[in-house]
């Protein structure tokens, strides 16, 4: 099985009703609305800008059947379906599959972090993908979150595996996404999770991207990607530099509790993060409000107005 991943993904984030906590649906419709206005390649459901540690199982199905049903034929739509337990993993991926998900996204298992081997993960990701309907995506999570990391050797050894089609990487370095395209097998589609490297990556040969920031500036990102394939670098550099401070900002500072305030000051549904995240506090809010208005974001995305 193949899947083409060129393109800027939205991982989404998971609003929830104010006062019940539940899953707000309707706000989940509202924004994708907003992002699928803009050119983007398609929808994360279940990442970790999406709490999806946080969610429970019904919840996961619930994000994926609606998000599906407001995708177009020409967007893909990936699933977060990564477990503790090599079992729970294929089990989700199944479910998803079965929801219309085109690929999965794959966290590695790292609650027993001194037992994950290489081996133990390229037993655990075999399984996984052999099992799998749809192909697989390795996620190399951000380190400041509970994960591990990859070696270099294991990156090209998934690379090797059938139906592992390529790796979301969120190091945010780009020495280590010149070293992945040079040592993967050829084919595998490398996609960055850092919206402050996506111009610099692309015209090293990453296919894309898929960028918490994009919660924000959907237009800005995917225009990133439309310039450097038109050859436009100039362009996309230019565009670059806008996003990367609202990456760094929000996305690199504050978390998901910042996106989802970066979403409630553009008119989205935002609201507050599942405990035990707490909310942005007061200050934060002002920052990020100070910076989208600095970079003119509201004038740019006209379907959060």
């Given at each position: 099985?193949?899947?083409?991943?060129?393109?800027?993904?939205?991982?989404?984030?998971?609003?929830?009703?104010?006062?019940?906590?539940?899953?707000?649906?309707?706000?989940?419709?509202?924004?994708?609305?907003?992002?699928?206005?803009?050119?983007?390649?398609?929808?994360?459901?279940?990442?970790?800008?999406?709490?999806?540690?946080?969610?429970?199982?019904?919840?996961?199905?619930?994000?994926?059947?609606?998000?599906?049903?407001?995708?177009?034929?020409?967007?893909?739509?990936?699933?977060?379906?990564?477990?503790?337990?090599?079992?729970?993993?294929?089990?989700?991926?199944?479910?998803?599959?079965?929801?219309?998900?085109d690929a999965v996204l794959v966290q590695p298992p790292a609650f027993y972090r001194g037992a994950m081997t290489e081996s133990a993960l390229m037993m655990h990701y075999s399984a996984v993908?052999?099992?799998?309907?749809?192909?697989?995506?390795?996620?190399?999570?951000?380190?400041?979150?509970?994960?591990?990391?990859?070696?270099?050797?294991?990156?090209?050894?998934?690379?090797?595996?059938?139906?592992?089609?390529?790796?979301?990487?969120?190091?945010?370095?780009?020495?280590?996404?010149?070293?992945?395209?040079?040592?993967?097998?050829?084919?595998?589609?490398?996609?960055?999770?850092?919206?402050?490297?996506?111009?610099?990556?692309?015209?090293?040969?990453?296919?894309?991207?898929?960028?918490?920031?994009a919660n924000l500036a959907p237009g800005i990102a995917s225009n990133i990607y439309a310039s450097f394939v038109t050859g436009d670098l100039i362009e996309a550099n230019r565009q670059q530099?806008?996003?990367?401070?609202?990456?760094?900002?929000?996305?690199?500072?504050?978390?998901?509790?910042?996106?989802?305030?970066?979403?409630?000051?553009?008119?989205?549904?935002?609201?507050?993060?599942?405990?035990?995240?707490?909310?942005?506090?007061?200050?934060?809010?002002?920052?990020?409000?100070?910076?989208?208005?600095?970079l003119g974001l509201d004038s740019m995305e006209p379907s959060v107005r």
């Amino acid at each position: 099985m193949s899947v083409d991943l060129r393109g800027v993904f939205v991982p989404c984030t998971s609003p929830f009703e104010a006062t019940t906590g539940e899953l707000d649906v309707v706000g989940l419709g509202i924004n994708l609305d907003s992002y699928l206005s803009h050119p983007i390649r398609g929808i994360v459901v279940g990442g970790s800008t999406g709490e999806a540690i946080l969610l429970d199982e019904a919840e996961r199905m619930e994000m994926l059947k609606q998000t599906r049903q407001k995708l177009k034929p020409e967007h893909l739509l990936i699933a977060g379906t990564g477990a503790e337990s090599t079992r729970m993993t294929i089990h989700r991926s199944r479910d998803a599959a079965d929801c219309g998900a085109d690929a999965v996204l794959v966290q590695p298992p790292a609650f027993y972090r001194g037992a994950m081997t290489e081996s133990a993960l390229m037993m655990h990701y075999s399984a996984v993908a052999e099992a799998s309907p749809v192909p697989v995506i390795v996620y190399q999570v951000p380190l400041r979150l509970s994960t591990l990391e990859f070696s270099e050797k294991l990156v090209t050894d998934l690379s090797q595996i059938d139906n592992i089609v390529g790796i979301k990487d969120s190091r945010g370095d780009i020495d280590i996404v010149k070293n992945m395209i040079a040592t993967t097998q050829q084919g595998f589609q490398i996609l960055v999770g850092s919206g402050a490297i996506l111009a610099p990556c692309l015209e090293m040969g990453a296919a894309g991207g898929i960028l918490a920031v994009a919660n924000l500036a959907p237009g800005i990102a995917s225009n990133i990607y439309a310039s450097f394939v038109t050859g436009d670098l100039i362009e996309a550099n230019r565009q670059q530099a806008m996003l990367s401070p609202v990456h760094t900002t929000v996305v690199g500072s504050m978390g998901v509790p910042g996106v989802k305030a970066g979403l409630d000051i553009l008119g989205l549904r935002g609201g507050d993060p599942r405990s035990p995240l707490s909310p942005l506090e007061g200050s934060d809010r002002n920052k990020i409000a100070q910076l989208l208005q600095e970079l003119g974001l509201d004038s740019m995305e006209p379907s959060v107005r």
